[in-house]
């Protein structure tokens, strides 16, 4: 049976295809039309994962939206009739997006899908799943769980904006909800627009910057905007923001609490939004492990999934797997509305259609390591390259390890494009841009040389699993770049007086370990665990830079600059190691050498795209 899961028209537009309860592929449109988080109809990546799986949109028994757009419009329309005549606004600018498009979804997605299958019976096989429901079937079926316990957090579904359900087999039962507006996800989100970043993809830049800052704010906030009971349950005071009667996420007496009005985008960052966003991760964090530690004590599980964009908070997942009150912790790599589209299909096989659920025998999640998207032949690989004007060398398996890890440890940045695309936000070694952990100005010159962006974000660390444990405070599997731990104390380098003395950015360029390059300035790092079983490349590159350097550790960030998607063609590789100060770059077997390239095909890559 083949079930194919589609998510699209909000943000992060995806597309899953699963096959007897096997993930097959899965893929984010953005990788193929190059607009980040890209809301439309994901044809393209529809048709990748048909191309994939050898078969035709005629051959899927089960297409699944990953929401319900009638319970969406409900919400709309009952919250503007609580705040009317407050809200009219943007109200009158919603209205006709939904009543063109949205509310009509199941005749804009036939109409969609005809075009690949004009004679498919789509009033039989179009499913409909629920955005929270989706949600959790991504979460719980490609665990490595026979049962768990699933708590997803997001901004807002169509009414839930927090879960609870209970996994066991097959089986996935929703037992607890809270509802729009009172909303972890959009209180986070708040502050994202607060402190001048992008809501919906600068939450993250708000993690990392909340180390630079203190927490002065976290009373304000609880006695304030969020009523947080001891369970982790909680409701907003939603006098204090916009999003439901206007088009901004805050208003004026929410500026009036913080002493000041919204920072705007790209103006310089002071403490006071340092400070901003430490209080609320803070109080994140403590929302999060009140929410777990109820939820552990009232079901009894031992095992805990997480999903939703909330899910993709990794700081918080670290505290709650530190916290203990679970054994086993499984996060989503596609946490939010991408992954929707694979909890769409799997809910769509396991709870629409009851079938039969085998867990792997070697205790190993169904994701495959989340590398689910494309992947490219060498010959096709050398073709594109070549085509685009490129200059390269053609090494066998060994020689192109040693390059690439050659060209690492001497403090090079890497561009690595190997294997099948990863699904979801982070870059898991399949698109990369690699450098040496053990450097002290890796850090400032992938930021502002290679990146192109703001020079507080912190680099995560790519590790060989088995030597986690003795430079991280981790002793588990991490495969997805989801938990945060602490660099092992005797790995540190002890600051002066006056280095503790430093507030803010001025932490920026204190080395705080052996590996600088990823240790944030609370000696903190978003750890990837590589795995010879999932990425036996990736694997062995590092295992090669151990041998030359005696560390397991390199810097891994995505494969793009700012604002842009990460890579998905070979073409698209080398457009980005030529605008950029990418030095070195390995596609399949192919070795390019800046220095070799065509100097008229290098482009001004800093200002082609959005900021995001």
């Known amino acids: 049976m083949r079930i194919l899961g589609i998510s699209a028209f909000y943000h992060d537009s995806a597309a899953a295809l699963v096959g007897d309860g096997s993930i097959i592929a899965a893929a984010q449109e953005e990788r193929f039309t190059r607009k980040k988080h890209d809301s439309g109809f994901p044809r393209h ?50 209205m006709p997006v939904w009543l063109r498009e949205k509310l009509f979804l199941k005749d804009l997605l036939s109409k969609e899908l005809k075009r690949h299958a004009p004679k498919f019976d789509w009033e039989s096989k179009l499913l409909f799943s629920e955005h929270h429901l989706s949600h959790a079937a991504s979460a719980f079926y490609p665990s490595p769980f026979e049962e768990a316990a699933i708590l ?35 209180l986070y989100s708040a502050f994202t627009y607060y402190t001048g970043f992008r809501v919906n993809s600068g939450e993250y830049k708000v993690m990392g910057l909340a180390p630079y800052g203190e927490p002065r704010y976290f009373n304000t906030i609880l006695d304030n905007l969020i009523d947080l009971k001891a369970d982790g349950s909680f409701r907003l005071d939603l006098s204090y923001f916009d999003y439901c009667t206007g088009l901004t996420m805050t208003n004026a007496k929410f500026h009036k609490l913080f002493d000041g009005l919204p920072r705007k985008p790209e103006e310089r960052l002071t403490q006071r939004e340092m400070d901003l966003a430490a209080s609320i991760q803070a109080v994140t964090e403590e929302v ?26 990794c700081v918080a997942n670290g505290k709650v797997l530190r916290d203990g009150h679970f054994q086993n912790i499984w996060v989503q790599p596609a946490a939010g509305d991408a ?58 398996d060994e020689a192109i390890i040693d390059a690439s890890a050659t060209a690492l440890a001497g403090e090079k940045a890497l561009g690595w494009f190997q294997g099948r695309m990863e699904f979801g936000p982070r870059a898991l070694g399949g698109r990369s841009i690699l450098g040496d952990a053990r450097s002290p100005s890796m850090q400032s010159v992938l930021n502002l040389k290679v990146k192109f962006r703001e020079s507080f974000r ?68 978003r750890i990837q665990t590589v795995h010879a079983e999932t990425n036996p490349r990736y694997y062995a590159l590092i295992a090669r830079f151990k041998e030359l350097t005696g560390c397991p550790v390199i810097v891994n960030t995505s494969f793009n600059v700012r604002g842009e998607p990460i890579v998905g063609t070979p073409e698209d590789a080398f457009r980005c190691f030529m605008g950029t100060g990418i030095e070195r770059l390995a596609v399949g077997n192919c070795f390019l050498l800046k220095e070799e390239q065509d100097s008229k095909l290098k482009q001004n890559y800093e200002t082609q795209f959005d900021l995001d």
Request: proline share 5%; charged share 25%.
């Open 339 to 396: 992954g929707g589209a694979l909890g769409a299909a799997l809910a769509g096989y396991y709870c629409h259609q009851r079938q039969p659920r085998l867990l792997d025998a070697e205790g190993r999640d169904a994701m495959h390591g989340s590398y689910l998207g494309p992947n490219f032949r060498q010959d096709e690989v050398e073709r594109r390259l070549r085509a685009a004007g490129a200059h390269f060398h053609v090494l066998d």
């Open 45 to 94: 990546a529809i048709d990748y994962c048909l191309d994939e799986a050898g078969i035709a949109l005629d051959d899927i028994d089960f297409v699944v939206f990953y929401d319900k757009p009638f319970l969406k419009f409900e919400r709309l329309l009952e919250t503007y009739l609580a705040f009317a005549p407050k809200g009219f606004t943007s109200f009158r600018k919603a």
């Open 458 to 525: 912190p680099f995560a660390p790519s590790i060989l699993r088995e030597d986690v444990a003795d430079w991280f405070e981790l002793d588990g599997d991490s495969p997805y770049m989801l938990m945060v731990a602490d660099v092992v104390k005797n790995r540190r380098i002890p600051m002066t007086a006056e280095q503790l003395a430093l507030f803010g950015i001025d932490k920026l360029n204190v080395p705080r370990s052996e590996i600088p390059a990823i240790t944030h300035v609370d000696y903190s790092a």
């Open 152 to 186: 997803t957090m997001d901004g807002v579904g169509e009414w839930t904006t927090t879960s609870v359900a209970l996994g066991h087999g097959n089986e996935l039962n929703v037992i607890k909800e809270i509802h729009f507006p009172h909303s972890l996800g959009l």
């Open 288 to 313: 999060v492990l009140r929410l777990t530690r109820s939820l552990a004590a009232e079901t009894g599980m031992k095992n805990l999934c997480l999903a939703g964009g909330v899910a993709l908070n």
